[in-house]
């Protein structure tokens, strides 16, 4: 974060914890349970907010040389994304245009500066061009090649993050993608970072109700009573809403020492996790030592796919950091899934039931009324403009 705004984020906070206070909405947020549950809702969801509002797809830090690529699926669309020979990072459907195959898969560098289909060895550059079909005889002969590049998808790179939307043929404005997250992003330097792994996880759950859980740290005194609670405070929440996107950090406990202290001494990172939430579906969570990045999406309403990548500035070959960053990992995890994920499983199963029409979030869940709010906002605005943009 930009020196100004941790200063000023601190004093907010322990103004809070001094008076017992919190930050508050104007009012209750009350939402039908079929958010969660309804297979309509999840494909108006699929369509006016995966497909047509940008996605973060990786850090630039992954895709580092002209030819390093990353394959990931955004909403269900197979997307490659590339570093191209003039450093810029480009995004293509990674299905071949001849029947489909993968002409990527993983992550790595094209080799000799090309990406290949298996199935029939066409071969594409780094640019999406159709660069070669292999052993066909004459039975291409009528196409023209130009044309038949890989499909192209709208991309930009910013603050170090890429973004990049499956449907629509303008450009991505990456300063409104990450509006008020940006300077807290660039203040970090995400192009110093290295990946250290990703992970892929299912639940049977909506991914809102798994994102959520980020959101807020109201459920921290209870369901992590054991495990966060003792080094981690529930209340006060201060998070910063910027249009629908969100700055969100939670304090340790030792945060309340800064009291005593100069604010010359006071670096919020030593006493918080910091996590942003850039919407539609992305949450950072940042320590000193490593970046957690999450993603999260529903094929259907109680199925969820969450890739989770762990990055840190200080990667190195000992096995000891290694061995430090992967417990790290474990620990997160463990938490996220032994705690907070399979509890939303449970709470999905009862939602699924009926039996409970609708969920409230109080004044004091300012960000997950945010969360929710922006997307009750971009599924109005398809409505108002006739299904054309989210
Ligand atoms: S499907 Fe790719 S070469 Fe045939
Ligand atoms: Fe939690």
């Known amino acids: 974060m930009e020196r100004e705004a941790e200063l000023d984020w601190i004093r907010r906070f322990l103004a809070h914890l001094e008076a017992g206070t919190t930050d508050l909405a104007a009012s209750e947020l009350r939402l039908p349970s079929s958010i ?14 995966f497909r047509r509002q940008p996605a973060v797809a990786c850090l630039s830090c992954e895709l580092r040389e002209p030819g390093d690529y990353l394959t990931l699926r955004i909403g269900e669309v197979p997307v490659v994304v590339i570093r191209d020979a003039d450093g810029r990072v480009g995004a293509f459907v990674n299905l071949c245009r001849h ?7 993983g992550r790595g560098r094209a080799e000799g500066g090309h990406l290949r289909c298996p199935f029939h060895s066409w071969t594409y550059t780094v640019s999406g061009e159709l660069a070669a ?8 002969d009528s196409i023209d090649r130009k044309e038949w590049g890989l499909r192209r998808l709208a991309c930009a790179e910013a603050a170090g993050v890429v973004l990049v939307r499956v449907e629509g043929d303008e450009s991505i404005d990456a300063s409104e993608a990450l509006r008020g997250v940006d300077p807290d992003l660039r203040a970090i330097d995400l192009p110093n970072y290295h990946h250290f792994e990703t992970r892929e996880t299912e639940w049977k759950c909506n991914w809102k109700l798994l994102l959520a859980t980020f959101l807020e740290s109201y459920h921290v005194f209870s369901l992590h009573r054991e495990s966060v609670h003792p080094w981690y405070f529930s209340h006060p929440m201060v998070p910063d809403a910027f249009c629908g996107n969100l700055r969100f950090p939670v304090a340790r406990r030792t945060l309340a020492d800064l009291a005593n202290q100069p604010e010359s001494e006071w670096h919020l990172a030593d006493h918080a996790t910091i996590q942003w939430f850039i919407a539609p579906s992305t949450l950072i969570s940042y320590t000193r ?49 032994s705690e907070d994920f399979s509890l939303q499983e449970t709470i999905q199963v009862g939602l699924d039931s009926g039996a409970l029409p609708e969920v409230v979030f ?4 300012v960000g997950t009324q945010v969360f929710h709010q922006g997307l009750i906002d971009s599924l109005a605005r398809r409505d108002r403009e006739g299904g054309i943009r989210a």
Not at 362 to 365: H, L
């Open 36 to 49: 969660f549950t309804s297979a309509e809702h999840c494909s108006q969801e699929r369509d006016f907010v």
């Open 133 to 140: 079909i292999p052993n066909a005889e004459a039975g291409f």
């Open 362 to 365: 109080g004044r004091n869940e």
């Open 99 to 105: 029947r489909g195959g993968p002409v990527a898969r």
């Open 289 to 337: 030592d490593y970046l957690l990045l999450w993603r999260f999406y529903s094929p259907s309403p109680n199925r969820s796919e969450v890739v989770t990548s762990l990055y840190s500035a200080q990667l190195n070959d000992a096995p000891e950091t290694r061995g430090r960053l992967t417990k790290a990992f474990d620990g997160q995890m463990r938490i996220a899934g």
